[in-house]
């Protein structure tokens, strides 16, 4: 039996849906699924923005190297590459080598690089976007992009079924800390009272698997993912002590908390549907105290930007292991982050 039981309704009615192929609905990988997947970009995940697509323009010495196209190329919201190959039914054994060495080739992006063929790609999908708001799209999109997290892509295959040998690798290359994602893509063929046919698809992250990811994640992803919260967590106390020891901002500045842009799907809904309930959990005013320079107007307590983020995830009822780069959550009354004032000190220590 399968997994997964789809069942379409009518009524007090259920009838099942037979599992089958894409290639026995008739379904194309290019046609079909590459184009579900640029449409709804939600599949490869809730934070992804499509930079392009059937890529192929790979340079190796300044000459054009031989390659086969890159199914599609995403943007993480945390500023890293996804790496996406797609296969029709079951995926070949040697479909994680083929996205690795799209990765690798990835990695090698510039932002300028990426805006350009972000704008490209998007151009000829009727959409009138130049370099320069390339580039304001990505960046608006990921604050975070540069050339260092441009090399660590992720990678996603997504295929019909997975045999044993790929999923074993994909396990072992997410312990040695690559982040793979497997996506399973099936088909259904539904047939109700009335003699009516329909397909139906559905799309299942079969590894990791989302519940207990936190629980099984590798000794080297883990570290991977200190070394992450440690560069948030340093980038987060340079900002805060730097604006405490310019006392650049007034006491009793109000901030205002901003997750739309940084926050995606249920997160993004759970905690927007809390702060609603109570305008002032999204409220904190500023002290000159690099320890705790938010005082939350909830609770009257002083926390760092970053703590004081995690609170409000968690108090809204989100679990998740996410880290967060605070200073860039809190924005004054003149649309600037914390982020965006302790620039502004480098600038002007800068100007002649």
Do not use: C
């Amino acid at each position: 039996m399968s997994s997964e039981l789809l069942f379409t309704v009518s009524g007090s009615a259920a009838h099942p849906a037979r599992p089958i192929t894409l290639a026995e609905a008739g379904l194309l990988e290019r046609a079909h699924l590459q184009e579900w997947i640029l449409t709804h970009p939600q599949i490869l995940g809730e934070d992804v923005l499509i930079v392009t697509s059937e890529y192929g323009q790979w340079q190796s010495a300044g000459t054009k190297a031989r390659a086969d196209r890159l199914d599609i190329l995403g943007l993480h919201r945390d500023g890293r590459l996804l790496v996406a190959e797609l296969k029709r039914d079951t995926a070949p054994d040697t479909v994680q080598m083929q996205a690795l060495k799209y990765a690798a080739m990835a990695s090698r992006f510039t932002v300028e690089g990426l805006a350009e063929e972000f704008a490209r790609f998007h151009k000829g999908r009727g959409t009138d976007v130049d370099e320069s708001r390339a580039q304001e799209a990505l960046l608006a999109h990921a604050p975070e992009l540069n050339e260092e997290t441009l090399r660590r892509p992720r990678i996603a295959l997504v295929a019909g079924a997975f045999p044993a040998d790929v999923t074993a690798t994909a396990v072992w290359l997410s312990e040695m800390g690559l982040d793979v994602a497997l996506l399973q893509v099936q088909p259904y063929r539904s047939t109700a009272a009335d003699g009516h046919e329909q397909v139906l698809i559905s799309v299942s992250r079969i590894y990791p698997v989302p519940i207990v990811e936190d629980f099984t994640i590798s000794p080297a992803r883990a570290r991977i993912r200190e070394v992450e919260a440690n560069r948030v967590r340093s980038r987060q106390a340079t900002a805060v002590q730097r604006l405490v020891a310019a006392g650049s901002v007034a006491e009793g500045t109000s901030f205002a908390l901003r997750v739309t842009h940084r926050m995606t799907g249920d997160m993004l809904r759970t905690v927007q549907e809390w702060l609603v309930e109570d305008p002032s959990r999204g409220l904190a005013v500023w002290h000159n105290d690099a320890a705790g320079p938010l005082t939350w107007e909830a609770d009257g307590q002083s926390y760092l930007p970053t703590t004081l983020v995690r609170k409000i995830v968690g108090s809204s009822g989100y679990s998740t292991s996410d880290s967060f780069e605070g200073t860039v959550y809190w924005f004054d009354d003149k649309g600037q982050n914390l982020v965006d004032l302790a620039k502004k000190l480098s600038d002007e220590a800068g100007s002649p």
